[in-house]
């Protein structure tokens, strides 16, 4: 490899940690390493976690069905609440006792719902 120098022999092989390749630079008389995978430092002491990224085609994405969700779970809660507003309204108007004693009979039961 004479991008790196000279291999180590010896003692100087067990210069670089965590299974890193050791070489000698004749020149300097130095020693360098040259990393595995998810290792780095000048003598592979540190270890580098891997990153994924999301290209920003998928982040779009999660944050348009994340946007869309939301949108139409407000939609949702203000067709509940409506709902329920106009049901209680109904009640209210056809009951001289009360909302909470007419008989239910005649009104679906799906409006009840959440109110």
């Given amino acids: 490899m004479a991008d790196h120098g000279d291999p180590c022999n010896g003692l100087d ?4 940690m965590n299974g890193g390749k050791c070489f000698k630079i004749p020149v300097m008389d130095t020693l360098t390493c040259v990393c595995n995978e998810n290792y780095k430092g000048s003598r ?4 580098q976690l891997s990153i994924t990224a999301h290209d920003a085609e998928t982040s779009g994405v999660i944050a348009a069905v994340f946007i869309l969700a939301l ?3 407000v939609v949702l809660a203000a067709v509940i609440y409506n709902t329920c507003k106009l049901v209680m309204s109904y009640l209210q108007s056809h009951s001289q006792v009360g ?14 719902i959440g109110c």
Avoid: G, T
Wanted: with cysteine.
């Fill in 44 to 47: 592979c002491e540190q270890y």
């Fill in 71 to 73: 949108l139409i779970l």
């Fill in 13 to 16: 092989a067990s210069y670089c």
């Fill in 99 to 112: 909302y909470r004693f007419v008989k239910v009979i005649n009104i679906p039961f799906v409006l009840f």
